[in-house]
């Protein structure tokens, strides 16, 4: 069945800091695929999303490219901020789940430092 | 816009009591999702509604399980009766139609603890 892989946090960093979270999908068609972010004590937000194959997706300096060849979907920020600290999922829907059928990865942390 | 609202934002129950959960999804929205996350875990589909229509409910524990969309607006989730292992948030999120790239909309959460 259709899947999502992220890598496992704590991701730890600096304020300034590069990110990278990786993220790698198993699905049957062409899913769509999206980052969604959860700051504490709230709900989940999307971040940004992209829909076909070499579409990027981006959104308050996050980015992250449909990686057809590579299966993949790894969200980037140049510089983070104290304020990114949060857990971010990365998800797919389409494909062969149906529409709208949202499938989850386990979530990876964020810590960004002073 | 007045985001998803769910109610209540706590709850803690002993083992074999009822328990309910409510949500008011965006105004318009025709698409109404329960979702399941356990600790550390993304989020797991209970039942996705398009109107008053439980369109996918094939992850829903029936056994303990039930849910309702009275006139396709707010949606009741209920467990009877609960078990330790139902401790989780329950996740209500809308979306306005039923397409693979439209973005849901989620609330809060439910946290609920079975003791």
């Known amino acids: 069945g259709n899947s999502v892989t992220q890598m496992e946090g704590p991701v730890t960093l600096s304020e300034e800091a590069f990110l990278t979270i990786n993220c790698t999908y198993t699905?049957?068609?062409?899913?769509?695929l999206f980052w969604y972010v959860q700051y504490p004590g709230e709900g989940l937000q999307l971040l940004l999303k992209a829909t076909k194959a070499d579409d990027k997706g981006s959104n308050k300096g996050f980015e992250a490219t449909y990686r057809k060849e590579t299966t993949s979907f790894h969200l980037e920020k140049g510089s983070v901020q104290v304020s990114d600290s949060a857990v971010y999922f990365c998800a797919l829907s389409g494909g062969n789940t149906g529409f709208q059928k949202l499938v989850f990865g386990t979530g990876t942390r964020l810590l960004v430092s002073p | 816009e007045a985001g998803v609202v769910q109610s209540p934002r706590y709850k803690i129950i002993e083992k074999k009591q009822p328990v309910a959960f409510w949500c008011n999804p965006i105004s318009g929205h025709n698409t109404l999702y329960w979702y399941l996350q356990n600790l550390g875990q993304g989020p797991e589909l209970l039942i996705r509604y398009e109107n008053e229509e439980a369109v996918d409910d094939s992850q829903l524990p029936k056994d303990r399980f039930s849910a309702e969309r009275l006139k396709g607006v707010d949606s009741t989730l209920k467990i009877q009766p609960a078990e330790l292992g139902d401790s989780a948030v329950y996740l209500c999120a809308s979306s306005l139609v039923g397409q693979a790239n439209s973005p849901l909309h989620f609330g809060n959460g439910t946290r609920l603890t079975v003791t």
């Open positions: 699905a049957t068609g062409y899913p769509s």
